[in-house]
């Protein structure tokens, strides 16, 4: 189980905008892990950020090449998540980043709503 909050993107955000993002925040792409779209960031690593769908991997005889791994082209959903009641303060901080830079809606689970409202207001 998780504590996550989902962000609709009213645009695609492309993978290069992303990147730039991701870099400013230090919020470190994770190639190993399954659909090569998932990112971790917050002070502990342990909020994990989820970039649309499926990026990108070749194959060798059959073997992952992971060096080869990129996320996708672009995302038109992305969701910021941590363990379950964990990392709340990192999750609504990193979201609202997001919020903040693209013109997007979200939705999340009501263990961060009142965090994300304030997060939101503490401009």
């Known amino acids: 189980m998780s504590s996550a909050v989902y962000i609709a993107a009213k ?14 925040r230090s919020i470190e792409y994770s190639p190993n892990t399954v659909g090569q779209n ?8 342990q909020v994990e950020i989820s970039f649309g769908s499926c990026g990108t991997v070749q194959t060798v005889n059959g073997v992952s090449d992971f060096s080869t791994a990129t996320p996708p082209e672009s995302a038109a959903k992305v969701v910021v ?5 964990s ?16 013109d997007c809606e979200c939705e999340c689970d009501p263990e ?10 503490d401009i």
């Open 87 to 102: 990392n709340l303060l990192d999750i609504a901080r990193i979201a609202d980043a997001i919020i903040r830079r693209w």
């Open 11 to 24: 645009q695609p955000i492309s993978r290069e905008e992303w990147l730039e993002f991701c870099k400013e």
């Open 112 to 121: 961060l709503a009142e965090l994300m409202l304030e997060v939101r207001n």
């Open 81 to 85: 998540s941590s363990y379950i009641m």
């Open 38 to 45: 998932i990112f971790y960031g917050g002070d502990s690593r």
